[in-house]
């Protein structure tokens, strides 16, 4: 997105000179003789916000859709694992259920990195300016874009890959008793 001529992303490069030049040019011009100090503030703020903005934005949007496919592959290891209990072809139900297990821990392994990534860039709201930067955005029409409130996301990927871990020995075990009794009775 470019706000006034400038990304945020750009500081130090012939665009992003550019960008400050002919904004205080504009700001000069419409405002002859004022002191520009304010103004320089209200651009650096600016500048910082779209940063962030840019950076963050696809970013998060990045997270959420590794989560919605951390949670759907999540949602379908439990599918698979209830479609066991009256499966006809039960050793086909079962790999299944291995291979959506399989599918989840690479989901959850992929949402961490989304969400660390996302975590990586603070919006500050320190100063009044920046705070008015934002509103600006927003009253733009751009969207809402927020930090991952999502606490420790690599503690998050750890617990759920313990639970599903945990779930899935001890269902490991139910199926050896399984197995177990169809060898016995030569069910397969």
Not at 74 to 94: D, G, I, K, N
Not at 117 to 129: G, K, L, N, R
């Amino acid at each position: 997105m470019i706000v006034d001529g400038f990304t945020g992303l750009d500081e130090g490069t012939p665009a992003g000179d550019a960008a400050w030049t002919a904004a205080l040019s504009r700001w000069r011009t419409a405002h002859p003789g004022e002191d520009d100090r304010g103004e320089i503030l209200r651009l650096v703020a600016l500048t910082d916000v779209l940063g962030r903005y840019n950076r963050l934005r696809p970013r998060s949007a990045e997270e959420q859709q590794a989560r919605a496919a951390r949670d759907q592959a999540l949602v379908e290891v439990e599918t698979c694992w209830q479609a066991l209990h009256s499966a006809q072809a039960w050793l086909a139900a079962h790999h299944n259920y291995v291979l959506a297990v399989d599918a989840a821990k690479t989901a959850i392994g992929a949402w961490r990195e989304r969400a660390l990534a996302a975590t990586e860039i603070p919006f500050i709201w320190d100063a009044p300016s920046r705070k008015a930067a934002y509103d600006r955005l927003i009253a733009d029409g751009h969207p809402e874009v927020e930090p991952l409130d999502a606490g420790n996301p690599a503690a998050e990927a750890d617990r759920l890959l313990a639970e599903l871990e945990q779930a899935e020995a001890r269902r490991a075990g139910l199926v050896a008793k399984t197995v177990a009794i169809a060898v016995r009775i030569g069910a397969v």
